[in-house]
């Protein structure tokens, strides 16, 4: 089963992101109290624990939920796999997939430390077509 494992925020964009118990998902938004809320493509990222492992198999120590700046960790699914267009279902908020991967401006901390960095390429953006709430175990549908 897929399923989120970690719902991350921050106040400011640029800076690791800290667990919250919920995250309020708004249309045309994203996740409530997020900095990269706003109504554009990129309201959501997606990280999975998976992509993190590989990065701690680098040798990257530390690496907890929201580290790589991602609002929602997930398991027991590639997320990098799934279509821009793609439609997953978490606890009755309906998102979509409009991008996947990003460029990377700055080399960040990781990249620094070890010399890669997964967000760039296994990391995916939503944006929220239906309100609701997601909660870390909350169960991952792809429509």
Request: glycine share 14%; with cysteine.
């Amino acid at each position: 089963m897929a399923k989120v494992i970690a719902v991350n925020i921050s106040d400011k964009k640029g800076v690791i992101k800290h667990p919250v118990a919920v995250g309020e998902c708004l249309v045309d938004f994203g996740i409530k109290g997020d900095a990269h809320g706003g109504n554009w493509h990129r309201q959501i990222s997606l990280l999975g624990q998976e992509s993190i492992d590989k990065m701690t198999a680098m040798g990257v120590a530390g690496l907890d939920p929201g580290k790589f700046a991602e609002n929602l960790t997930t398991e027991g699914i590639e997320l990098f796999t799934l279509p821009v267009g793609t439609q997953m279902e978490i606890n009755g908020v309906l998102l979509e997939v409009t991008q996947i991967g990003k460029e990377c401006h700055k080399g960040c901390a990781i990249k620094q430390q070890v010399g890669d960095c997964i967000m760039p390429r296994e990391g995916i953006f939503v944006k929220v077509l239906k309100n609701g709430e997601i909660r870390p175990g909350d169960e991952i549908i792809i429509k």
